[in-house]
């Protein structure tokens, strides 16, 4: 049956490990290859845990935001997104000499050549970076043209709302498109797209490579920008790493500009991110720090992250351990709960679980994104789903083997059960020690079993048997056979005690009123001829097992054993109830106070013993 149930046991934990590494196997694909999956949306939110566990970070100081804001909107009545007014705030940065001067404002519309044209040439006053916008229009088939293996996953407008001529020739033009999730949060910032006319960057990207004096530089899953090369996710988008809240970054209202009411180089050697904050006007988004967040503030920290190239790596080498973490943790959870009991083992997978989530948080506050919704979603109730049929194993085992222990109990004594199934090979070798050895049998019981007959004898042995064994177990003795009307018991198996005769001298005290009793309520067939007699002797003894290999049974030999049968004939002699030898009282008196030993019933005698040439010293009583 124990084979049994570990075939079992072995079964279900390869099937779970099995279910783990194919569902592990199967996503993770999917996550190598970028697709979409329902487990995203989870991902986020355990993103979003991660950036508010690990804190706000303080953003570079060489990006700054001039927001066209409620003020700005006031002061210059209505008009602050007309061409002469931007013009203005461009200027006015452009005199502190800005490394960079990046519009989140789209130009499609012109609104007048000589308005276009006061722009623009404002626009060659520094270098700057203006908006375009992608359209991603649903149904629009986009014209067939040749595309590299790298753009595959590269967002593909269908169309593009370029900034005027005048403009785009004055400035660099870049994509201010990002990639939101289902929550508004903007997660990636796609650096290139294959638009119609070709491949373009990015607004955050251009804006960083104006920056940075220097054409980026794309490679197999990374961008070049200036000094920094920086691992891109599939289809070179950039995860955003945010550094905190709206207002991370230093921001000066554009009136504050046009005032001049900031302190001189406020903008010098700086990235200058011109947007609009005011409300009603421009996009917000949020972010894991915020409910609102300005776009300019999402692009300051992509431009900063590339400058910086403290970047949030996800790229398709960590996708590729995602995959990997998705099959290998279920699996070695299970494994490690396969070698415990259920609740233990799902406590140490609990604790795997939790070392392997601290792991992907210290991953992150080092700058890598790995998942944590794709390889909990599969270990999560794998585990608990194994735990609950190890648990239901288990039970089954346990009362299987609660059934087999009580029936074996009925066979052998319950303190020698226990030591077997804890110990298989006790006893394989015969042991010597010291025990109390005690016989009882009952007198006359040949005449009553003839008058009862065999069915009525044998309830009526049966009640004494079951009486004498509850009287020594509860003195944790052991029964080690029954022999008809009679009973042999030792103390001090399994293992020797120093209280062992005591132990067997109140048995034996117990017993001689219990018997008496058992025999008082008898049928008066039974009771008129029956009494009873006991034997206790204390010494050496060999333990062993004796039969055959597939059945044997536990048994005392030696002298000790042979003395405490022939006491037997001594109660007989001398026409008394117990007969214990001088050797049982001295070993209890060695464990007990002088007090707690009564012995004033029993009276001392020196006899011959069959078999010895010695005389004993016993002591008997009626």
């Known amino acids: 049956m124990r084979l049994k149930a570990w075939r079992l046991a072995f079964i279900l934990t390869i099937a779970f490990i099995a ?27 355990t993103l979003d845990w991660r950036f508010l566990l690990a804190g706000a970070r303080p953003a570079p100081g060489d990006v700054v935001i001039v927001a066209i804001d409620d003020r700005t909107i006031a002061e210059l009545e209505g008009h602050a997104l007309s061409r002469q007014a931007l013009a203005r705030i461009v200027r006015a940065i452009a005199e502190h000499h800005p490394r960079a001067v990046a519009l989140d404002i789209a130009f499609p519309d012109a609104k007048g050549v000589d308005e276009d044209r006061a722009l623009a ?35 593909a407008p269908s169309e593009v709302l370029w900034p005027t001529e005048a403009i785009r020739d004055a400035a660099e033009t870049g994509l201010a498109n990002v990639s939101t999730d289902a929550s508004g949060i903007p997660r990636y910032i796609p650096l290139i797209f294959e638009t ?39 289809g070179y988008h950039l995860p955003i790493r945010y550094y905190g809240p709206a207002g991370s970054f230093q921001r000066h209202s554009a009136a504050s500009v ?29 972010t894991p720090f915020d409910r609102v967040a300005p776009g300019a503030e999402i692009f300051a920290t992509a431009i900063a992250n590339l400058l910086t190239g403290e970047t949030l790596a996800r790229t398709p080498m960590t996708r590729r351990i995602d995959a990997a973490t998705a099959a290998f943790l279920p699996a070695a959870m299970i494994g490690l709960m396969a070698m415990r009991r259920a609740a233990t083992g799902l406590a140490v997978a609990a604790l795997m679980f939790a070392l392997w989530a601290a792991a992907v948080f210290f991953a992150f506050v080092h700058g890598y994104w790995l998942s944590l919704a794709l390889p909990a979603a599969i270990a999560a109730p794998l585990t608990l789903a194994y735990a609950s049929a190890r648990l239901l194993l288990e039970r089954q085992a346990g009362r299987r083997a609660e059934a087999q222990t009580a029936t074996l109990a009925k066979f052998q004594s319950p303190a020698l059960v226990d030591r077997i199934l804890r110990d ?28 009862l007959g065999p069915e009525r004898a044998r309830d009526l042995l049966a009640g004494m048997q079951t009486l004498v064994e509850r009287e020594i177990v509860a003195h944790d003795g052991v029964v080690i056979n029954y022999m008809g009307d009679g009973v042999l018991a030792a103390f001090g198996l399994p293992k020797s005690q120093a209280d062992d005769a005591a132990r067997a001298l109140a ?61 037997l004939e001594v109660a007989k002699q001398q026409g ?47």
């Open 19 to 45: 279910a783990g590494v194919a569902a592990g196997a199967w996503l993770g694909f999917g996550q190598v290859r970028g697709a979409a999956s329902g487990l995203d949306r989870l991902e986020y939110v």
């Open 121 to 155: 040439q404002v626009l060659k006053l520094t270098k700057s970076v203006v908006a375009s916008i992608g359209i991603f229009a649903r149904g629009d088939v986009a014209p067939e043209r040749p595309q590299l293996a790298e753009l595959s996953l590269a967002p």
């Open 196 to 234: 119609p006319d070709g491949v373009a960057p990015s607004l955050a990207l251009a804006a960083a490579a104006a920056a940075a004096g220097a054409e980026p530089v794309f490679t197999l899953d990374r961008v070049a920008v200036g000094e920094h090369s920086i691992a891109t996710d599939l």
């Open 258 to 286: 046009l005032r001049g009411e900031l302190e001189p180089g406020w903008a010098s050697n700086k990235v200058v991110v011109v947007g609009m904050t005011a409300a009603g006007f421009g996009d917000a988004f949020a």
């Open 424 to 451: 298989p090979k006790f006893l394989e070798k015969p042991v010597s020690q010291d025990m109390a050895v005690m016989f009882l049998d009952l007198s006359r019981s040949t005449e009553v079993s003839e008058a």
């Open 507 to 567: 048995t034996v005290e117990r017993l001689r009123e219990s018997v008496a009793a058992w025999i008082a309520g008898a049928p008066p067939v039974a009771r008129d001829r029956l009494d009873f007699r006991i034997g206790l002797h204390f010494g050496p003894a060999v333990v062993s097992r004796l039969g055959s290999p597939t059945h044997q049974q536990i048994t005392a030999a030696g002298d000790t054993v042979n003395v405490a049968s022939r006491l």
């Open 576 to 622: 008394c109830r117990i007969v214990v030898s001088e050797d049982v009282i001295g070993a209890a008196r060695a464990s007990m106070t002088p007090a707690a030993l009564d012995l004033s019933a029993y009276a001392p005698m020196t006899l011959p013993i069959r078999g010895r040439t010695a005389a004993l010293e016993v002591r008997i009583r009626s």
